[in-house]
């Protein structure tokens, strides 16, 4: 019986580097799609899985979960995509559609997420992809698919809490690090008419990050000038992951205020002022189905894109290295020379 070869790279063990893996792929439920990968971002998320840091990771392990790609194949009732469709693909690549959060439109918040994630059973550094076709967008026409491709993970996960609890020109907001999360919270936040100030260990980043549309930028090591922002923001988003200084950025928060954590960053706070200020810690995951259409038209009506490096997929380890050291401005996607859907065998 003829059966479908996919090819792609994968780690076999923690923390090793990825090497070609072919494997079989998964067959089509009856409202999966199967997609050709073009283009697939490099997240820092991979990474933690390949290190397995969440302890949730299966060897072999093919990472990858930014994904831009063309349907090759559709499930008998998928109706709503059509092979040659072009799709981007998040982290999210189905969800168990019983549990209360499923039921509500909230199938990020799916009791089964683990399960639930693209690269389970394989993800997206490889050939194909197979998932669940509402989990598969179709992408703007005039969006190219490296751009899509960075949104699908990294667009949506900053856009999400802003659309919650930032929109309006009372609004202010800061954005805490000016890398691969921050540089499209800037952008998104000043398109939704947000007053924006961001806020980074790094004062080189000061041009860059007002030239993507913040009104203001804050060292983070100038502890005068983050004294001056006392009860200043609505709402502090935290997309930075290394060292904070979480008391002087919670003065920084109007009373009331919300501070929206991204990624996940170690936290370590005196209670003190979180209690006598009222204030609201949050995380944000991921978001909803229809935010991420919302988000993907939103970023095309305002002309919001990603700094990206393109690295073909066959460098995959010299761009896994490079987001390990920092040095990805801001983000990289990978391109598949030859893209297909698998080879068939048998």
Not at 17 to 25: D, I, K, V
Not at 267 to 289: C, K, P, W, Y
């Amino acid at each position: 019986m003829a059966e479908l070869r996919v090819s792609g790279y994968a780690a076999n063990a923690v923390g090793q580097p990825l090497e070609p893996f072919e494997y079989r792929s998964p067959e089509l439920g009856e409202k999966d799609v199967r997609v050709s990968i073009t283009h697939c971002g490099v997240c820092h998320t991979d990474i933690h899985a390949i290190d397995n840091y969440y302890g949730i990771v299966d060897f072999p392990f093919v990472p990858g979960h930014e994904i831009v790609g063309y349907v090759s194949s559709v499930g008998p009732a998928v109706s709503e995509l059509k092979i040659g469709d072009r799709v981007g693909i998040g982290w999210q690549g189905r969800s168990c559609r019983q549990c209360e959060w499923c039921l509500q439109g909230e199938e990020q918040l799916c009791v089964d997420i683990v399960p639930s994630g693209t690269w389970v059973p394989y993800g997206g550094f490889s050939s194909s992809v197979v998932v669940d076709g509402r989990f598969a967008y179709p992408v703007p026409s005039a969006m190219p698919s490296q751009v899509a491709a960075v949104l699908m993970c990294a667009g949506v996960t900053v856009y999400s809490p802003l659309r919650m609890y930032g929109t309006g020109s009372t609004q202010r907001i800061a954005v805490v690090g000016v890398g691969g999360l921050g540089h499209l919270a800037i952008q998104f936040a000043h398109a939704l008419g947000c007053e924006v100030t961001a806020i980074s260990s790094s004062p080189g980043k000061k041009e860059q990050a007002l030239a993507y549309g913040a009104d203001d930028f804050i060292d983070m090591n100038d502890q005068a000038s983050l004294g001056e922002l006392d009860f200043r923001f609505d709402l502090l988003m935290c997309t930075a992951s290394g060292v904070v200084s979480w008391e002087a950025l919670l003065m920084t928060l109007k009373k009331k205020g919300r501070l929206v954590l991204l990624g996940f960053p170690d936290v370590s706070l005196n209670s003190t002022d979180l209690v006598a200020h009222e204030l609201s810690i949050t995380g944000s995951f991921l978001g909803n189905r229809a935010t991420m259409r919302e988000m993907l038209m939103f970023a095309q009506d305002h002309g919001i894109e990603p700094e990206i490096e393109l690295m073909p997929m066959s460098r995959v380890n010299d761009a896994i290295q490079r987001v390990r050291q920092n040095k990805a401005r801001y983000r990289i996607v990978l391109v598949n020379d030859e893209p297909d859907a698998g080879v068939w065998t048998g």
